[in-house]
């Protein structure tokens, strides 16, 4: 508000009439809060007129500063501004304008005060020029300004430095403001960028669109957000996750004015978090569902079998020979397989279907949607012929198989842990009946399960006590001699009877006994042997069974060496009968082993051959004096031509390498005749004699070592349990 004497003057006179000018004129001016003067435009600014005013501004009363009584204008005024004052005014002047100038005084009192003026120069009743005008104290005023100022510098720089993003924006999704932090984290070279590149933050900003919808509707409810979670787009089409705090700004009346908040990315916690999740659920190695995400699968299934009113396969699987490739070739090898399985496995099953890994070489496939067991079938004879593909391994090809084991919802159990412990129990049952095939659960089955465990305690408490038997089954030449016996291990339980080497062999693998098994069979054996060899001029061969895990850790070479000299039996009568597993070891370390085997003076007889897979590359790696053609090449030799052309060339083959070539499991004269024909060298088989007794080899020996037909009936009553 500018107050000009003059015009006051000029006003007072027209509204108040016969009032006294003068009285009105100090009344009005002098109850102002600030000074109203005249002064000439001179070097000190010389009063004219100073309203009472002036005392409170300045310290100093009217009359000192009139005429410069006692101090002048240009005096009081601050001595850094005091060309800049005159300036402003001077150039005012000579345009006729008004001015408003803004500068410090010192009061009388020493204190600096800022003080606003204004003023126009006009002409007095005298013509004379002069400056009428009005100052007054706006220190406390400049010091908020300043305040003011200061603090919203201090805000700006927390904006532009905060590590956070921090943004305005309309409700309806476009940005008022945003820092650099925001520009960086969105991608963006700086917020204006940022501002004019993201127009519609609903739909260019979140992955799912739906997030700023929600936003909206929370920021509507409670007027704010708190960590809101969303994945967003940065500017290259690359995600990232973040967490917004925001409230909405209103204006006096409450009308919504924008949103303002902050954004942080937590990537890398979301990551994490995703992370832990992920290793709650999955099996590290494979990437597959581990147990606890199978279970919850497992029962989603069963909700969908019935909702459909399909069945579910709960299928487990345990890989053949897992252990050994494992425990021989190293466990990067063991992980490989695993590995490679995984995968394959995943190409059997549809997409409504769970492969998972329950650890080891457990894995668990979880087939949906079959109307019919037949199509279970199907899809299980797929899996067992893509696992039973060569891997590569350490640079050398394997076949693995698999023993797969059902259970069937709803049959088998209404809940997931009865249904894989009913599949897990039929997978025992598929290992029992050879390997590389599947089985269904049935309650017989179940009850089997239970017997294996049984069967454990009892093997190991036979083994204790030494009531293993050991029965030897006759190998004759051509002639019908008997050339040697290969022993066979025996077990009668208390319980079950005569139980199978093909059931409680793999049981001693699996927990350890196979150690104390075989040198229990070998110590028979070789004591046995010795005794024979004494009766009879014609040395007689004692074949013995070594299991492939013998040759895995430990000196087996120099313990049956250590057998040997304790029986006192020549080395030259022993057969060591190795399967093909052997062979899946490290090759260099079974080479070595073998060596040292035909360096004991033993010799090395190749069992089972023909049952395996690559047979006829180990015939020429490995030192090997016999092979004994598995029974399955023997059965049929005499009717069907496709056996017999294999038997044939198998025994060409064993005949060009110079091995000596055994046949196993002759049961007929027919078979004995073909196989005599073709040249092999050795016969064995129920045709020729079963297994018998020690004492009834050593009768057999005394009458002269020949088996002429009919075959010695069986004096234990053995016939193999399946
Ligand atoms: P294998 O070494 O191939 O032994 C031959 C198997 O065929 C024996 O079964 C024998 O009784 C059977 N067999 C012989 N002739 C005939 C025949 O004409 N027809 C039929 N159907 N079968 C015949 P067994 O005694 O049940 O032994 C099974 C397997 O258990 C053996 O196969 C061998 O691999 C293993 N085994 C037996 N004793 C031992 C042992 O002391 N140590 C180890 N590691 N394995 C053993
Ligand atoms: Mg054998
Ligand atoms: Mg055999």
């Not at 700086?190 to 929370?218: C, H, N, T």
């Not at 593909?389 to 997931?416: I, K, T």
């Not at 098994?517 to 004494?534: E, I, K, Y």
Request: charged share 25%.
């Amino acid at each position: 508000m500018t107050v000009h004497p003059a015009r006051i003057r000029r006003a007072s006179l027209l509204s108040v009439g016969e009032l006294d000018r003068a009285r009105v004129l100090d009344t009005l001016v002098n109850n102002l809060d600030g000074m109203a003067y005249r002064c000439r435009h001179d070097e000190t600014w010389r009063m004219i007129f100073v309203s009472q005013g002036c005392q409170s501004l300045t310290g100093y009363g009217p009359s000192a500063l009139v005429q410069n009584a006692v101090i002048s204008w240009e005096d009081i005024t601050h001595p850094l501004d005091r060309s800049r004052v005159r300036a402003q005014i001077d150039e005012a002047v000579h345009n006729g304008q008004r001015f408003t100038v803004e500068y410090r005084i010192t009061t009388q009192a020493g204190v600096i005060k800022w003080v606003h003026e204004r003023g126009i120069a006009v002409h007095d009743e005298q013509g004379e020029l002069v400056i009428e005008g009005f100052i007054e104290d706006i220190t406390a005023q400049r010091e908020m300004v300043q305040a003011q100022k200061e603090a919203e510098l201090r805000y700006r720089n927390i904006f532009e430095h905060a590590s956070e993003g921090i943004f305005q924006t309309t409700p309806e999704g476009r940005y008022l403001a945003a820092n650099p932090a925001l520009a960086r984290l969105y991608g963006y070279p700086s917020p204006a960028a940022l501002m004019s590149g993201l127009d519609d933050i609903g739909r260019q900003l979140y992955v799912k669109s739906s997030q700023r919808e929600r936003f909206r509707q929370l920021m509507d409810q409670h007027g704010e957000v708190l960590n809101f979670e969303s994945e967003v787009y940065r500017a290259d089409g690359t995600r990232l996750w973040i967490s917004e705090n925001a409230h909405i700004v209103r204006d006096a009346d409450g009308r919504v004015l924008y949103y303002e908040g902050t954004v942080q990315d937590i990537s890398e916690r979301r990551r994490h978090q995703e992370e832990l999740e992920r290793q709650a659920n999955h099996d590290m190695l494979t990437g597959l569902p581990n147990r606890i995400l199978l279970a919850d699968r497992v029962e989603q299934a069963i909700a969908r079998a019935d909702r459909l009113g399909y069945y579910l396969a709960v299928v487990f699987i345990d890989l053949d020979n897992f252990k050994f490739i494992n425990d021989s070739l190293g466990h990067g090898a063991g992980d490989e397989l695993l590995k490679a399985i995984a995968t394959r496995l995943q190409h059997c099953v549809r997409g409504t279907d769970t492969v998972a890994r329950l650890g080891g070489d457990e894995f668990v496939l979880l087939l949906s949607d079959h109307f019919r067991a037949s199509t279970v079938i199907s899809q299980l004879k797929r899996v067992l012929a893509e696992i039973g593909q060569p891997v590569m391994l350490s640079g050398r090809e394997f076949h693995v198989g698999a023993s797969l084991g059902v259970a069937m919802y709803p049959a088998d159990g209404d809940n997931s842990d009865a249904l894989l412990k009913h599949a897990d129990t039929a997978m025992y049952a598929a290992k029992n009946s050879g390997r590389n095939t599947f089985q269904f659960f049935t309650r017989e089955l179940n009850r089997v399960a239970d017997e294996r465990l049984n069967i454990e305690a009892a093997l190991r408490h036979a083994i204790e006590r030494d009531a293993l038997e050991v029965h030897y089954q006759p190998k004759v030449d051509h002639r019908r001699r008997v050339v040697g016996v290969e022993a066979l291990a025996r077990w009668v339980h208390p319980e079950y009877g005569l139980i199978s080497p093909d059931r409680f062999i793999p049981i001693a693998e699996e927990t350890g006994l196979i150690m104390p098994l075989t040198t229990a069979v070998l110590r028979r054996a070789f004591s046995a042997a010795r005794a024979w060899n004494q009766l009879s001029p014609t040395p007689l061969r004692i074949a013995v069974n070594l299991s492939a895990r013998l040759f895995l850790g430990g000196d087996i070479v120099a313990h049956v060496a250590g057998l040997l000299q304790e029986a006192q039996l020549s080395p030259g009568l022993v057969e060591i009968e190795i399967t093909e597993t052997v062979f899946m070891g490290d090759s260099e370390q079974v080479v070595g082993t073998l060596r040292d085997f035909k360096d004991l003076g033993v010799q090395l007889a190749m069992d089972d051959f023909g049952t395996g897979y690559s047979s006829l590359s180990y015939l020429r790696r490995f030192p090997l004096d016999i092979i004994k053609i598995d029974r399955s090449l023997v059965t049929g030799i005499e009717h069907e031509e496709e056996v017999a052309m294999i038997a044939r060339a198998v025994i060409s083959l064993g005949q060009s390498l110079r091995k000596t070539v055994v046949a196993e499991g002759v049961e007929n004269p027919a078979q004995f005749d073909f196989l005599r024909f073709q040249g092999c060298h050795e016969f064995q088989g129920y045709l020729l004699s079963r297994p018998l007794r020690e004492h009834e080899i050593t009768a057999l020996l005394r009458a002269g070592g020949v088996l002429a037909a009919p075959t010695p009936r069986p004096s234990s009553g053995f016939a193999p349990l399946g």
